[in-house]
């Protein structure tokens, strides 16, 4: 059963834009950190940007800051990554992801590993 579901990724000229979102299918329950990863064929998994449920802090990767922002709409379950001034260098599949129960840290970008729900991804092309 799909839990999480990425849209909104498409191929763009360097400096555009896109705006990912990710719908949760499943009733969260108390907190969770939810986030966005990336990945290449070439490169681990990259923690881009995160926010709790119950949460206003937004962390993000240094790659990313002053261009991504990361939000959510908690009545809708909806995860978004609004990606501004794109670079060639943010081509990937991008991953949203969830860790039920908890809050998002520092550290939560760096730990996918805790990260229980993943969806399918969703394809970033950035041309230059």
């Known amino acids: 059963q799909v839990q999480l579901m990425e849209s909104g990724g498409g191929s763009v000229q360097t400096g555009g834009s896109l705006r990912l979102s990710c719908v949760n299918s499943r009733p969260i329950y108390g907190n969770a950190c939810l986030g966005w990863f990336r990945q290449t064929p070439e490169k681990e998994r990259e923690g881009v940007a995160a926010i709790s449920l119950g949460g206003a802090t937004p962390y993000y990767a240094d790659s990313v800051k002053g261009r991504f922002t990361v939000s959510r709409d908690s009545p809708k379950m909806t995860l978004y990554l609004q990606m501004n001034s794109l670079k060639p260098e943010d081509t990937a599949m991008y991953y949203c992801?969830?860790?039920?129960?908890?809050?998002?840290?520092?550290?939560?970008?760096?730990?996918?590993?805790?990260?229980?729900?993943w969806g399918q991804g969703t394809q970033v092309t950035v041309s230059s």
């Open positions: 992801a969830a860790a039920y129960g908890t809050f998002c840290s520092d550290l939560s970008l760096t730990t996918p590993q805790n990260f229980g729900a």
